[in-house]
C-alpha cells in the first residue's frame, strides 16, 4: 500500500521559481525533470539503503522513515526513527519482499532514539546488524545486534561498541577480514572529537568543523574483532586527497566527506564513496588499501529530490548496482524510499556518474 504521493518538481526549480522571470529552453527542459528509476518500496518509507547478497539474494538493509512531529533542524533531529525492516529480492527486478520488524528501539538497552543509517554483515552463517542510535546522554555510538537469519530478528548487544562515536556505520568484507567504517558531520557529530576523544561545550552543527582552509573531518575506519562484536584495533582517519595528493579541505563542501561512507573493491582497488552533505553529492575516491589513502575521483551520483543523499554499492552475478534514495513518494525531507540503479566501471577504474533525474 502507498501511504502518500506527492509527486514535486527537481528541487533546484523549485529554488529558482521565487521570483517571475523569462523561461529560458534549457529551464524549461528542467521543468520537466523526471526520476529516472521507480521506487523500491512503497508501503512504508525507507532511506540510507544498505544492500548485500547473501544466500544468493539481494538482502536491503535501510532506515525506517517515519512521520515525527520533531522540528526540522541542522542536528537531523526530525529523522527519529524507532525500528528497522529489512528487505530481500531474489534478482534485480524481481519482487521486494518486507521482512518486518527487525530490531527495536525498545529492544536496545543502551539507545534513547533516532535509529538511523545501519549495515549489516555475514560470518559463518551469523548475521551482524551495525546501527547507530544516541544513548542516554543523546550521544551517538554504534551497536551491533546479532541473528542466525540475514532478514532477522536481531539481538542487540547490552552495549554499544566500545570505541565507536558518529554513525552511519558500513560494514566492509575484504577476504577474512571485516572493517567497520563510519562518521558524519552536524547531526552525526563527528565534529564534537578531536583525536576521538569527546571535546566538553561542543553542542551544534558547527563547533569543531575546521576553518575551510583545513583538512576536512574524514570518516573512520578500524577492523573489526573475531567475534564482530567488537573493534580489534584503534580506529584510523580514511584520508581523502585531492590531485594534488592534499588533503580536501573543509571548505570544500564538493568534494568533502559529509556523512554516509562505503567501501567497496574493483580491480583489486578500494573505492571509498560517501555524501558531501550539503552539496549532495555521492561522491567517491580510490585507494590501494581498505587504510587509505583515497584520491578523489568524481562523483557517483548526482543530488536526488531531497536533502540527503545515501547510498550503497553491491556486485550481483557479475552487474554492479548503487542503491540510494529520494524522496519521490513523499516529497518530504525525512520521509525517503530507497531506490536502484545499474552502476558502470569504466574502463579507465573511474565510475560513470549517476543522474537520478532526467
Ligand atoms: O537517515 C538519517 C540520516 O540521514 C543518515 O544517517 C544520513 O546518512 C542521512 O541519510
Request: proline share 6%; hydrophobic share 35%.
Amino acid at each position: 500500500m502507498r501511504i502518500s504521493t506527492y509527486f514535486q518538481g527537481f528541487l533546484l526549480l523549485a529554488l529558482a521559481c521565487s521570483q517571475p522571470k523569462e523561461v529560458t529552453q534549457t529551464e524549461e527542459k528542467e521543468n520537466e525533470s523526471t526520476f529516472v528509476h521507480s521506487p523500491l518500496v512503497e508501503h512504508i518509507y525507507t532511506a540510507d539503503p544498505s544492500a548485500h547478497v547473501f544466500e544468493g539474494k539481494i538482502y536491503i538493509y535501510p532506515s525506517h522513515d517515519v512521520e515525527s512531529t520533531v522540528s526540522e533542524d541542522d542536528m537531523g533531529s526530525h529523522f527519529d526513527m524507532k525500528d528497522y525492516h529489512v528487505f530481500s529480492m531474489d534478482r534485480p527486478g524481481a519482487e521486494v519482499v518486507d521482512h518486518g520488524i527487525a530490531l527495536k528501539l525498545e529492544d536496545i538497552p543502551w539507545a534513547s532514539r533516532q535509529l538511523w543509517a545501519p549495515d549489516a554483515a555475514e560470518k559463518n552463517g551469523k548475521y551482524y546488524l551495525y546501527f547507530p542510535a544516541k544513548d542516554k546522554q543523546d550521544l551517538f555510538k554504534i551497536g551491533v545486534a546479532v541473528s542466525d537469519r540475514p532478514e532477522g530478528p536481531f539481538v542487540a548487544e547490552p552495549e554499544p561498541i566500545a570505541g565507536t562515536f558518529s554513525m552511519d556505520p558500513s560494514a566492509f568484507q575484504n577476504g577474512e577480514d571485516y572493517y567497520l567504517i563510519w562518521g558524519g558531520i552536524w547531526g552525526g557529530q563527528l565534529q564534537w572529537y578531536d583525536e576521538q576523544k569527546l571535546v566538553e561545550g561542543r553542542k551544534g552543527p558547527t563547533d569543531g568543523i575546521p576553518s575551510p582552509d583545513q583538512k576536512a573531518l574524514m570518516p573512520y575506519i578500524a577492523k573489526l574483532s573475531d567475534s564482530m562484536t567488537e573493534l580489534a584495533e584503534q580506529p584510523r582517519e580514511l584520508l581523502i586527497l585531492d590531485e594534488n595528493g592534499e588533503p580536501v579541505k573543509a571548505g570544500d563542501h564538493d568534494r568533502r566527506f559529509f556523512e554516509a561512507a562505503w567501501m567497496h573493491r574493483y580491480n583489486g582497488k578500494y573505492y571509498l564513496s560517501y555524501s558531501t552533505g550539503d552539496s549532495h553529492f555521492i561522491a567517491y575516491a580510490i585507494g590501494d588499501s581498505p587504510y587509505g589513502p583515497f584520491t578523489y575521483q568524481g562523483n557517483v551520483l548526482e543530488p536526488v529530490q531531497g536533502w540527503t543523499n545515501h547510498h550503497s554499492i553491491v556486485e550481483f552475478e557479475g552487474n554492479w548496482y548503487l542503491f540510494y534514495h529520494d524522496t519521490e513518494l513523499s516529497g518530504k525531507t525525512q520521509l525517503r524510499n530507497i531506490k536502484m540503479a545499474e552502476l558502470t566501471h569504466l574502463a579507465d577504474g573511474k565510475i560513470e556518474t549517476i543522474n537520478p533525474m532526467k
